[in-house]
């Protein structure tokens, strides 16, 4: 009886054994599955971060050629000179690029959230980089679009009775170069209005703010390449 008990006792521990065996490999299997994918989400990030800093200096400077813009039309204000083209090739250019926005590929980060991988990354100065980047610094940067994108548009409501041009695009890789060519103009008195030059120093004060979230998205940039 004792020997029966014992022969089933080691068959029970022989096949429990195999069970809790395979489990561990098969976890082990799916754990280590996981740590590839979310190496190579690492990687596909990494580039697509590259990808994010080219467009981020194309949108700074595109808001410092806007903001130059800004300073000629606020000299021209003083002098009242109607008979100009610059200011209306000043104004088509801030008009077109006052809203113009970074916005980060977002879609490997969401691919990292949506399969845990995430939280395999033991740098916490990493995951702390990623969240501020694809986050916190998101949230703010929508905020702030919304309310450009508002004033950009009162901004061109307000001066249509007070300049008038027309201009010509030119086609860049299935999309629209912004530094339009003025072929006709024309710039009535209204345009001096005390409250054209405050809708003209609130773009310019807008635009700097704006500015300001851009740098602490290269700071974060910078911070997540040298942790990646």
């Given amino acids: 009886m004792k020997s029966k008990v014992l022969k089933y006792g080691l068959e029970f521990l022989v096949v429990f054994s195999g069970i809790l065996l395979s489990f561990v490999i098969d976890n082990r299997i799916k754990v280590n599955e996981r740590i590839a994918n979310k190496d190579l989400l690492l990687n596909q990030l990494e580039i697509a971060l590259n990808e994010d800093r080219i467009q981020l200096e194309v949108v700074k400077s595109s808001l410092d050629n806007c903001l130059a813009s800004i300073d000629s039309l606020l000299e021209n204000h003083s002098k009242r000179n109607l008979n100009t083209k610059s200011v209306a090739s000043h104004f088509s ?40 980047y694809y986050e916190h610094l998101n949230e703010r940067n929508n905020s702030i679009n919304i309310k450009l994108d508002e004033f950009n548009q009162e901004f061109d409501y307000y001066f249509i009775p007070h300049i008038n041009y027309v201009t010509s695009l030119n086609q860049l890789n299935n999309s629209i170069d912004l530094s339009s060519n003025i072929s006709n103009y024309a710039i009535y008195e209204g345009f001096y209005e005390n409250a054209s030059l405050g809708y003209l120093t609130n773009a310019q004060k807008r635009i700097v703010f704006y500015q300001e979230l851009l740098k602490k998205y290269d700071q974060a940039l910078l911070k997540i390449t040298s942790e990646l």
């Fill in 93 to 132: 250019n801030v008009s077109a690029r006052m809203s113009i926005s970074f916005f980060p590929q977002k879609s490997i980060y969401n691919q990292l959230i949506n399969s845990n991988a995430f939280e395999l990354i033991e740098n916490e100065e990493l995951k702390k980089g990623l969240t501020d």
